[in-house]
């Protein structure tokens, strides 16, 4: 049995209507179109600094309270910047607060190279309205280790964008390019890439979120687990979101998965019991791991199952705040698709909570 994550239950509860309210404007610290210039943004941070307000719910509930004491001009561009949101980024979303699947889909903000390759590259969309450094949320696309693109972010970006995080996605080389090794060490060396950024950024580097689906989820856990391919950055890592994942111990996954199953693991993994032992997160459990873990599964896909629910039951018994939460009436595809959409709202709840929670 897994352990329950320490935060309120409250939190779980919370709504897509909550996450609609998290989306509320926080202000704007760096170029870009629409964003407020950075003598506002400094007017601000002066007027809430003063109560103490210095993470995002703070300054929010202190510019609900002191906007009249703002000059004309700073309170007319945040004014602007709110019906801006409201009829642009923000018109992406129903009446739930969820992003409409089928928007446009926003161009990112900057790319971070960390090697020649065009794969080794990490896509960043920051939030529009940030006065102080907030939480980053970094994406690992699945395929089977084999193909998949990072630029395949659906609506994720202006979800978490909206509810307060930085969101990034992180491209790799593929199997049989390079081995799974490799591909592990180019998303930590992706990562370090990122926290050499942080400022310029403008995202915590103490708060870091990996999230992955399927072998990303794998990869995600992975470098959660096992610091040597993280290395410096790997203190960072707060906390894990792994979307229907199913490669946590690979060798048990190649015996009962099915001839399918098996092939598709061979080619990343080999026939190796060492090297399959060595790149299976479940094996690293119990040493330096993330702290904070959420691992969703889709209810009736009994390798996901069984996978997400004895990682998450190891880790938690080692003293990591560790849950796994089962997803019904969807499938593989759909968990990592659809979340922050309307059709995603289950999904999308429970991860706008565990970040919440784990993030401040």
Not at 96 to 103: E, F, I, K, S, T
Not at 128 to 146: R, S
């Amino acid at each position: 049995m897994s352990s329950p994550l320490k935060f309120p239950a409250a939190v779980l509860a919370l709504g897509v209507a909550a996450s609609a309210m998290i989306a509320l404007p926080l202000l704007a610290q760096s170029q870009g179109q629409n964003r407020l210039p950075r003598e506002c943004v400094a007017e601000i941070r002066d007027l809430c600094a003063q109560d103490g307000a210095r993470d995002r719910g703070a300054i929010r509930e202190c510019l609900r309270e002191k906007r009249s004491e703002l000059s004309s001009d700073c309170a007319a561009q945040l004014h602007n910047r709110m019906e801006q949101r409201r009829s642009g980024a923000g018109g992406a979303r129903g009446a739930a607060g969820l992003v409409n699947p089928y928007q446009a889909l926003a161009k990112p903000d900057r790319t971070v190279i960390y090697g020649e390759h065009q794969r080794q590259q990490v896509d960043v969309y920051e939030p529009a309205d940030a006065v102080e450094p907030l939480p980053l949320v970094v994406f690992i696309h699945g395929g089977g280790w084999t193909m998949g693109s990072h630029q395949a972010v659906q609506t994720k970006p202006a979800f978490f964008n909206d509810a307060g995080y930085y969101f990034a996605s992180a491209g790799y080389r593929l199997v049989p390019d390079v081995t799974m090794e490799q591909q592990a060490a180019d998303l930590g060396e992706g990562l370090r890439a990122l926290l050499g950024q942080a400022s310029a950024i403008g995202f915590d580097p103490g708060n870091i979120v990996l999230m992955g689906h399927s072998a990303g989820a794998h990869l995600a856990a992975l470098l959660a687990t096992d610091p040597a391919y993280a290395g410096d950055a790997f203190g960072a890592i707060r906390g894990v979101v792994l979307l229907d994942g199913a490669g946590y111990d690979v060798a048990a996954n190649m015996a009962e998965g099915g001839p399918q199953v098996w092939q598709i693991y061979n080619r990343a993994f080999g026939r190796d019991p060492a090297r399959q032992a060595a790149l299976s997160p479940i094996t690293h459990v119990g040493g330096p791991d993330a702290p904070h873990w959420l691992g969703l599964y889709v209810a009736e896909r009994a390798m996901a199952k069984s996978q997400t629910e004895a990682l998450i039951a190891a880790l938690a018994q080692a003293g990591a705040n560790a849950s796994a939460v089962p997803i019904s009436d969807i499938d593989h595809s759909r968990m990592n698709r659809e979340l922050g959409t309307e059709a995603g709202a289950a999904q999308s709840e429970a991860v706008i909570a565990f970040l919440d929670a784990i993030t401040g």
